[in-house]
């Protein structure tokens, strides 16, 4: 089954991945070409969503930047919303609290979303999330959610689960706010200061979400 696309600028045809005729299994090459193919669409929406944003990146616009269909971009995610959401999948690797002595949670747990950020567990896709989320309710919402949940897990090994998502909400604020004025804002004395330096000034504060008594717990 042939499946025309829009020509590039430079006269070139999309590649399309095309399914096996009458709905048959595919075999292990058609595969890794659909394999190929969902990497390709991923990678070109990231760099867009990126650059472009949320509401500026069009199905039509990743498909030619990937040299395929439109068509083959909806086959796999749907709507640009499954598109966005597959695009900025992310995993925040949260450490095990339970296995860090109570009084060390704090230090540990900012000095890992740091290295997320901008150390050895960075990636583009966590960048990707905080841009859209700026400009974009979905996104901001994809965010929320990732931050509540992941975090609420992780506290949840240490916490009763109220007492996780509140402590969980406040984590979050802090270190969405500091990568939001660090990242994006670039606010002096926040984005010039040293990964180390930053570390020490917050380590306290999320020590005092992660351990302290709140008010009006019990």
């Not at 990231?46 to 068509?71: E, H, K, L, N, W």
């Not at 380590?203 to 019990?218: M, V």
């Amino acid at each position: 089954m042939a499946t025309t696309g829009t020509p590039e600028a430079n006269g070139s045809r999309p590649v399309v991945d095309t399914p096996p005729a009458g709905g048959a299994p595919r075999t292990s090459g058609s595969g890794r070409k659909s394999d190929r193919t969902r990497a390709s669409i991923l990678e070109a929406a990231r760099t867009q969503f990126q650059q472009q944003g949320y509401d500026r990146t069009s199905i039509r616009s990743v498909a030619a930047a990937a040299r395929i269909d439109p068509s083959m971009v909806m086959r796999y995610y749907g709507s640009k919303q499954g598109l966005f959401a597959a695009a900025a999948h992310v995993d925040l690797l949260l450490p095990d609290l339970s296995a860090v002595p109570p009084r060390r949670r704090g230090r540990a747990l900012i000095e890992h979303f740091i290295r997320r950020w901008e150390g050895d567990l960075s990636d583009d896709v966590l960048m990707l999330l905080l841009r859209s989320a700026v400009t974009d309710d979905g996104a901001a919402e994809r965010l929320r959610t990732v931050f509540q949940e992941q975090l609420v897990a992780a506290l949840g090994a240490v916490h009763p689960p109220d007492e996780a998502l509140r402590r969980a909400g406040l984590v979050a604020s802090q270190t969405l706010g500091v990568a939001l004025g660090r990242y994006l804002l670039r606010l002096p004395g926040l984005a010039d200061r040293a990964a180390d330096d930053l570390v020490a000034d917050l380590a306290p504060t999320i020590q005092r979400y992660l351990t302290g008594t709140l008010p009006g717990s019990r």
